[in-house]
């Protein structure tokens, strides 16, 4: 019995074999295949991780030792003061009002380039200026930091007689320049993104090129600039080293855009390095950390979701 | 009867409206040109007040006598270990996810997040990056302070610029090149390696480049996670803490007294000129690869 089966079984399977087409190139394949799906969620698995590794770092510290009312109700930030204050509301309104003065900055330069480069300049000159723009964007923030400390710090002194040039005005302009190219960039997508007929018609009617603009343009591409704006006060309020060398770095409510001030970013660059691994000063800047983090996770998402609207509606 | 007048002439509406049209344009044109003024401005300032610091020996020298003489050399070469391992990281990761969300991903959930996570990622500030690099590869993974947890937190950093300019040159392939490999009786992955990446080449290189660009002059990622004040040594293996130029800049501005003054600037001119010409080359890659595109 078994004697007869053994070799139909041989056939048989030898039948299978040659079925089988899975050679080197199936396999290569299949195994590229999830290898790359492996790449393509790393993204995913590092927003994640952050956000675990920025949690459980501050976690302990924040739920059980840190005092919310003063975190958010006092100025007093002395991690090393007996008992150790942990007040970030100073450190909250200087980054607030660094990163507002950057917008009042790049907002209208921004946009004006936009309008400019988007709706009026032509050819070379337009690449040129796209080109420039670009520039400006990788200039490096230690760079940025140099220029706001040896550069326009002075410049205020001499210009305003202020006894610092290291304050809100001078790292709010520099981050107002930090972030204008991005904000350039996604504006004039933007203002792409309205279909030509639009413009042509207004024309049409007789409009000059700058009515096109006010009346038809810019009503319409108004969530993609709001995107703009949104990406950058995100650029602007995350900047770290630039800000930290240019604003003066004093723990203080501004009054004018003379004060120097500390930001939130500029305080975890500065103290991380003077603390032990674990301990509350440690932490606590770990909960500062998350606190820039879901800011700015929340900003990008509201502007990533302006910006995919008019992306398609353009298309 | 109504006489028609053979020649046009502006009514006074009309021509308040040119006026208002050229001033405009003239308010627009000055807010451009305001914006790429500082990088010209900026690149004539370290000029004028860093090139006398520049010198054969400034580039081949250690730091001397409380890093206030002598030269950048550990520092050159630190960048160089910090950047080669982020990109060492980066690259295949980037390209990877580039490949999956142009060649195989649907138009599902799954993908969206994942344009949504490297935005966010690119999003990220760049101090939170340093703290999850502290916590997670200084500290969870036993790197230590050292090139290796420096350079993967800079990779996480620069990853979305090096997916997003792949992505690019991965979909500007025409399908057809793809459905005629395919009709041949290639695999999706014959196709992908045979077919799609040697015609994106330049778009993954536009990457490569704007990775290493701003791995370089990235300073707040590296200043907790393997950048040193001063190591007179080069580093000899990724475990080692090194010196970086742009965290060398940082120190000769802020934390070391008695610096001549040209000595920032000098720094700050290698470091400016060697991210500005990596950025100028990606950018004529690109136009080079946009002029290209009739195939």
Known sequence: MAATTSPDRARHAAALAELDQRDRAWWSDRIAKVLVFGGGISAIVFIAAIFVFLGTQGLDFAVHRLDWGEFFGSIAWRPNGYPPQYGARALIAGTAAVTGVAMLVAVPF???????????????????????????????????????????????TALFGVESGLNLLNAGIILGLMAAPIMTTIAEDALKAVPDTYREAAEALGATRWQVVWRVVLPHARPGLSAAVLLGIGRAFGETIAVLMASGH???IPHSVFDPVRTLTATIAAELGETAKGDDHWQ???????????????????ADTLVRGFRRRGA | MTVVDATFRATAVEQRSMTVQRAFQLLFLFTTIVLALPVL????????RGSPGLSLAFFLDNPRNGMTEGGIFPALIGTLWLTVGALAVALPLGVAAAIYLSEYAGDNRLTRAINVAIVNLAGVPSIVHALF??????????????????????????????????????????????????????????????????????????????????????????????????????????????????????????????????????????????????????????????????W
Request: proline letters at 5%; glycine letters at 8%.
């Open chain 1, 110 to 156: 921004s946009f004006g380039a936009a309008v400019y480069i988007g709706e009026f300049a032509r050819g070379r000159t337009r690449e040129w200026l796209k080109v420039l723009i670009e520039l400006l964007a990788a200039i490096p923030s230690v760079v940025w930091g140099v220029i706001g400390l040896h550069v326009m710090g002075p410049w205020m």
């Open chain 1, 250 to 252: 004093a723990i203080n």
């Open chain 1, 284 to 302: 606590a800047l770990f909960v500062l950390g998350i606190l820039l983090f879901l800011i700015t996770f929340t900003i990008n998402l509201i």
């Open chain 2, 41 to 48: 401005g900026i690149l004539a300032e370290l000029l004028i």
């Open chain 2, 133 to 294: 690099g502290v916590g997670a590869f200084v500290h969870f993974m036993r790197f230590g302070a050292s090139i290796l947890a420096a350079s993967c937190t800079l990779a996480v950093m620069t990853l979305p610029v090096v997916i997003v300019a792949t992505r690019e040159s991965l979909q500007a392939v025409p399908q057809a090149f793809r459905e005629a490999s395919w009709s041949l009786g290639a695999t999706r992955w014959q196709t992908i390696w045979r077919v799609v990446l040697p015609n994106s080449v330049s778009g993954i290189l536009t990457g490569v480049i704007l990775c290493v660009s701003r791995a370089v002059g990235e300073t707040a990622p590296i200043m907790f996670t393997g950048a040193a004040f001063y190591v007179p040594l080069l580093p000899r293996s990724v475990f080692d803490q090194t010196m970086a130029l742009s965290y060398h800049l940082f120190n000769v501005s802020t934390q070391v007294t008695n610096v001549p003054p040209h000595l920032p600037f000098a720094v700050a001119l290698v470091l400016i000129g060697v991210v500005l010409s990596m950025n100028a080359t990606a950018i004529a890659f690109r136009m080079r690869l946009r002029g290209r595109k009739k």
